[in-house]
């Protein structure tokens, strides 16, 4: 579903993101785990197409990030840490706002955006601006708003920040969900107890380069994630 090949990204004499490799495949949760500035976010801002890359290749099912962006965002979605939203809308707006962009029918729209919005007990804020919303309120809407089109991928960049627990709940079934039907999750997180349990593959980034990826079992063995990762981190 996803194949990065190679993938570097500098900024200046930076490089943020050096000959990194990756391949997830349909039906995975695949999780991307490393410290503040290690590269995650430039990683996952390459593959949506926001960033360009000074070298390698991205394929998202089988379509070149590089050759046919607007061809590769029909087929994924974004969820930011922090998502920004046109405040001055409706919940409701700018979800029909996202819908027309990828051209959902207004049968398809209006039973997803109520299956959605009731399992996150969002319906009755609808119908207000945006601009009122709490930071929870908002990563809501903008998950909702990123499943809207039934995307084959998704990549989402701290995905639980500003969740509360039964919401990350419904999120984590949702996102299994998707897999079981075909799609692939490519997230990034800070909480390793969450990646422990959600994720079929991880891998460890490090001050741009990859230095392990695997299957849980294949990454931690005996030990938690928690403590392969920090003993990953204090290796020179």
């Known amino acids: 579903m996803l194949k990065i090949v190679n993938l570097t ?50 394929m998202i099912d089988g379509t070149s990030i590089r050759e046919d962006p607007l061809g590769c965002k029909r087929k994924l979605a974004y969820i930011p840490d922090n998502p920004d939203m046109y405040e001055f809308m409706t919940g409701i707006q700018f979800l029909n706002f996202v819908a027309d962009i990828f051209g959902v029918s207004a049968d398809d729209r209006r039973k997803r955006i109520a299956e959605y919005a009731d399992a996150f007990s969002l319906t009755d804020d609808l119908a207000q601006p945006i601009s009122a919303y709490s930071h929870g309120m908002k990563q809501k809407l903008a998950i909702i708003s990123a499943l809207i089109h039934e995307p084959k991928l998704v990549i989402m960049d701290e995905p639980f920040v500003g969740l509360d627990p039964k919401a990350s709940h419904i999120l984590k079934g949702m996102m299994r ?12 997180t800070h909480v390793l107890e969450v990646a422990e349990k959600l994720c079929d593959k991880i891998a460890i980034i490090k001050d741009g380069k990859l230095i392990k990826s695997g299957t849980m079992d294949e990454v931690k063995g005996d030990d938690s994630l928690e403590e392969v990762f920090l003993e990953l981190e204090d290796a020179k």
Do not use: M, Q, W
């Open 9 to 58: 990204k500098t900024y200046g004499d930076k490089r943020a993101v050096d000959d990194l490799t990756l391949h997830i495949l349909p039906g995975e949760i695949y999780g991307f785990i490393g410290h503040n500035g290690a590269g995650k976010t430039t990683t996952i801002k390459s593959v949506c197409g926001i960033l360009k890359f000074d070298s390698g290749e991205i």
């Open 177 to 188: 969900d998707i897999c079981d039907r075909g799609g692939a999750i490519f997230f990034s």
